[in-house]
């Protein structure tokens, strides 16, 4: 399965994103800490790029990533030009206070009445920019959902007589390259339900915890993991969890259902703290796809 979603309105909205960023000082983008490169649009920084704006990139959901994973990410982005990273939880709002002296850091010129700080929040679908822009404000003023897509347009208020802050929709890129990136997103929930097979994107899932976080797995579901693959877990956490498909003689395992499960404890965090991907898989991913893509043609 290769997974892309790009709804119609996204299209607007990048052009709409673009015009704003010209009046912008400071891009704030938001990513999944569990999946920050997957989870970075590429539109995002051709655009900044190419007006030379600086980037505060927050690594949200901090508190369900593994945090040794999040500082190497930090680490990683912190030694690139321009760009300013840190790793919070926009559900808690001391954590997104910190988010306008932050973005002041990166933008000293502009800090009075007469030049006022204008920032952007930028990101893909469901990574809790509303929530962040909620926090900042104190009141409920985005749009919030366990869903991807919910913001439809651009919302700019003022924090004040010295700054003010735009929330933008999630944005997509028009073309997913690299499979496994649909897969995180899927998982991470970050891509409507209607573009993807949920037991899929659990068998995925599954693989990926198989490498990295074992323990958990048998710890959540009561299993025994060693020698299983991603479809062996699907099917255990079905029996554990009686996934039975209605109707079906002989027991047939509703992986499906079972899949659901799986997602959802990881979306919740209720596997533990994961991360999906490291700087250095990430590398290793690029450098595969790279030989991959340079390899002859066979017959």
């Given amino acids: 399965m290769t997974i892309q979603w790009f709804p119609g ?9 673009a015009e704003t960023m010209a009046l912008t000082d400071v891009v704030i983008e938001v990513c999944d800490a569990r999946l920050p490169e997957a989870s970075s649009n590429p539109m995002i920084r051709e655009l900044r790029l190419h007006r030379q704006r600086p980037c505060l990139k927050l690594l949200n959901k901090a508190d369900l990533a593994d945090p040794a994973v999040t500082q190497a990410w930090l680490d990683h982005y912190n030694a690139q030009p321009g760009v300013k ?3 919070i939880s926009s559900k808690k709002p001391g ?29 893909i679908p469901n990574v809790g920019k509303s929530t962040l822009m909620n926090a900042l404000l104190k009141r409920r003023v985005a749009a919030v959902g366990d869903e991807p897509a919910v913001t439809k347009s651009q919302m700019c208020i003022d924090l004040g007589p010295t700054m003010s802050i735009t929330d933008t929709p999630g944005l997509m890129w ?3 390259i690299h499979d496994s990136d649909g ?3 899927a998982a991470s929930h970050a ?26 797995l048998a710890e959540r579901y009561g299993i025994a993991v060693e020698g299983m693959d991603g479809v062996g877990v ?29 997602l959802t404890d990881y979306r919740a965090g209720k596997l533990g703290r994961v991360s999906l991907e490291t700087p250095e898989s ?18």
């Fill in 95 to 123: 954590e997104a206070a910190r988010v306008p002296n932050l973005c002041k850091g990166l933008a000293p010129h502009r800090n009075d009445g007469i030049k006022p700080l204008r920032m952007l929040i930028m990101g």
């Fill in 234 to 262: 699907v099917e255990a956490v079905a029996k554990k969890r009686g996934c039975i498909v209605k109707g079906r003689r002989g027991g047939e395992l509703d992986l499906e259902k079972a899949g659901m499960i799986l």
């Fill in 191 to 216: 891509i409507g339900r209607n573009a993807v097979i949920d037991s899929e994107v659990a068998i995925f899932l599954a693989g990926l915890l198989l490498q990295r976080y074992p323990a958990m």
């Fill in 282 to 299: 990430r590398a290793a991913m690029l450098a595969a796809a790279d030989v991959a893509t340079k390899a002859p043609a066979t017959e």
């Fill in 9 to 17: 309105h996204m299209t607007s909205a990048r052009k709409k994103a």
């Fill in 174 to 176: 028009p073309k997913i």
């Fill in 85 to 87: 990273a840190v790793a």
């Fill in 183 to 185: 897969y995180m997103l």
